[in-house]
């Protein structure tokens, strides 16, 4: 059997656009399974269809444009090419008219303008960019190119190297919208500084960054070194609150961090007023961050960090006072002692956990003289911890009480950020290097994804005001009718 579809389409002044499309069904087919329409027939239908709607789309759109809208005559044409068109449901070749300015409106002014690169800016409609972008930002760009061939009329020479590309310019836009809205954040944050500083802290209204880097290796033949990407989740609330937006930034720059945060952190409703609470570990340029905030800025370092750095010495040392005799004069209570000092630092009672580490790494000296691996481990982890503490001192707070206040205490916003962000894609994959610049931008359409702003974002920017588009759509029949 053979099907014929038929499309019919009206445009505003009453004219017929009539397209047929045949599909080739025989019957002797379906012994072999082929049952019903396949993706094949779907790509062909959906780009007979959409050859049909985008090229009459542009045609209407650059007729419109034509119309001079101060004297509502046509422009001058300056010359017609094709444009290939990229769209889900395949290419199509349409006109590509430049109209020129309009001569009496314009005096002396030689200018041309392509009609259709206002509404497809890039080679490939928005939808298509937003489509590949999103798929190339949550799996590797080969991957997201076979899987939009598979299920779309998409021509063989778009491949990976199309996929990265289209990726990275939608995460260059992100990019430029977030820097000018970060810019002008600055601003009245500069404006408020002043007032805020007499504001009372209130608790109940914190607004905390958890923020972490994560490594990427690098593609740069020049620098052999990794570079690292800054992954954060901040907002409002406590510990079972929603967890916020994400930020992601590989410019480690202070005042790029800075801006950044700021530029979330307005999202989440902050003024410039209250406290900002700044949860990371102890890397070098997190630190340098709550320096440049507004004040109040409180840094914390982050819970599990300290207590990640305990857990393997307390396993240790449990398993030394459970199976060796021979500790009874030096450290009968290594187990209860680092338990101690754990619940000293949960606290913040500092100076004291600092004291009675120091002893705990003072005693296990003469052990590890002796060649006692435990003691030596111990005494490795225990100096290591110290040096943390110590280099960290002014972050490290009464967990205990922020944690009963049902305030956070840790950084798990940010790691569970940076695995489903960062790691996916770039750090597990360990044979892959990238580019600083290609991972920064895809980054950002990842980050828009995930804060679920990906679509209006790309949107928005389409929609910049163009002066010269009057009353678009209410065209002069008549007029339109004579071309
Ligand atoms: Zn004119």
């Not at 027939?41 to 985008?54: E, R, S, T």
Request: positive net charge.
């Amino acid at each position: 059997m053979e099907w014929t579809i038929s499309i019919e389409g009206k445009n505003e002044f009453g004219d017929i656009c009539r397209r047929e499309v045949r599909v080739d069904k025989s019957e002797e087919r379906l012994r072999d399974g082929n049952l019903g329409l396949s993706i094949g027939d779907g790509k062909k239908i959906m780009a007979a269809l959409q050859n049909a709607v985008v090229t009459q789309e542009a045609e209407t759109y650059a007729l419109f444009r034509r119309v001079c809208p101060d004297c509502h005559t046509f422009r001058p044409v300056k010359d017609y090419t094709t444009r290939r068109i990229r769209t889900v449901f395949g290419t199509v070749e349409v006109r590509n008219p430049r109209w020129m300015l309009c001569r009496d409106c314009h005096p002396g002014m030689v200018d041309a303008f392509a009609p259709l690169k206002e509404i497809c800016p890039d080679r490939a409609t928005p939808e298509l960019m937003e489509l590949t972008a999103r798929l190339g930002s949550t799996m590797p760009y080969r991957q997201a190119a076979s899987l939009l061939a598979e299920f779309l009329p998409i021509e063989p020479t778009e491949t990976h190297a199309t996929v990265r590309k289209r990726t990275i310019r939608v995460g260059e836009r992100l990019d430029d919208q977030i820097a000018e809205e970060a810019w002008r954040a600055r601003l009245q944050m500069d404006e408020r500084r002043q007032l805020e500083m007499q504001l009372p802290g209130d608790r109940r209204k914190e607004f905390v960054i958890s923020i972490d880097t994560a490594h990427v290796r690098s593609a740069d033949p020049n620098s052999a070194r990794n570079f690292e990407i800054v992954v954060a989740r901040c907002g409002r609330g406590g510990r079972g609150d929603a967890g916020g937006r994400y930020f992601t930034t590989s410019n480690t720059d202070q005042p790029a961090i800075r801006d950044r945060t700021l530029h979330a952190l307005r999202r989440e409703g902050y003024c410039g007023f209250g406290d900002v609470t700044v949860i990371s570990d102890g890397a070098e340029i997190l630190k340098r961050l709550p320096r440049a905030m507004p004040k109040p800025t409180t840094h914390i370092i982050d819970w599990f960090h300290i207590a990640m750095k305990i857990q393997p010495m307390q396993q240790i040392a449990d398993h030394m006072v459970r199976s060796r005799s021979d500790l009874a004069g030096i450290l009968p209570t290594i187990d209860r002692d680092i338990r101690a000092v754990k619940w000293r630092l949960w606290h913040g009672r500092l100076d004291r956990a600092i004291r009675d580490l120091q002893d705990i790494v003072t005693r296990l000296l003469p052990l590890r003289g002796a060649g006692d691996l435990s003691a030596a481990r111990l005494h490795s982890l225990g100096s290591q911890l110290l040096t943390y503490i110590r280099s960290n001192r002014s972050a490290i707070t009464n967990y205990g009480a922020r944690y009963r206040s049902g305030l956070r205490v840790a950084t798990t916003l940010a790691e569970s950020a940076v695995n489903s962000l960062v790691a996916k894609r770039m750090v597990k994959k360990q044979q892959m290097r990238w580019s600083q610049h290609g991972a920064h931008m895809l980054m950002q359409v990842r980050t828009a994804e995930m804060n679920g702003e990906l679509r209006d974002r790309l949107r928005a920017g389409f929609r910049e005001p163009e002066p010269q588009v009057p009353s678009l759509f209410k065209p002069k029949p008549p007029l339109l009718r004579a071309a």
